[in-house]
Nanobody, 115 residues
Framework: QVQLVESGGGLVQPGGSLRLSCAASKNIFSDYVMRWARQAPGKQRELVATITSGGSTNYADSVKGRFTISRDNAKNTLYLQMNSLKPEDTAIYYC?????????WGQGTQVTVSS
């Protein structure tokens, strides 16, 4: 079973930027679809960004043009670059790997956007 560990969350002012990282315990990017999701207090978890094994990306409308998902195959690390952050982006952000009949989640990292 793959292990996922997120990092990079924190407190940032509106309009600021953060880069989240997700370290995978093994090389999975060629076989798994990787996703970032988030969950705000009192709300359901929502999908934010996806990158397929072939490198195709997709984004939720709410983050399109502001967030970028990418990966470093040599480091087994997934990233989420978040720019022009808004208070409504405040949430716990989770890394997710789907493949081979498996669905793995990280523990999450808190992002708070506030002045």
């Amino acid at each position: 079973q793959v292990q996922l560990v997120e990092s990079g969350g924190g407190l940032v002012q509106p309009g600021g930027s953060l880069r989240l990282s997700c370290a995978a315990s093994k090389n999975i990017f060629s076989d798994y679809v990787m996703r970032w999701a988030r969950q705000a207090p009192g709300k359901q978890r929502e999908l934010v960004a996806t990158i397929t094994s072939g490198g195709s990306t997709n984004y939720a409308d709410s983050v399109k043009g502001r967030f970028t998902i990418s990966r470093d195959n040599a480091k087994n690390t997934l990233y989420l670059q978040m720019n022009s952050l808004k208070p409504e982006d405040t949430a716990i952000y989770y890394c997710n790997a789907i493949g081979g009949g498996r669905n793995a989640w990280g523990q999450g990292t808190q992002v708070t956007v506030s002045s």
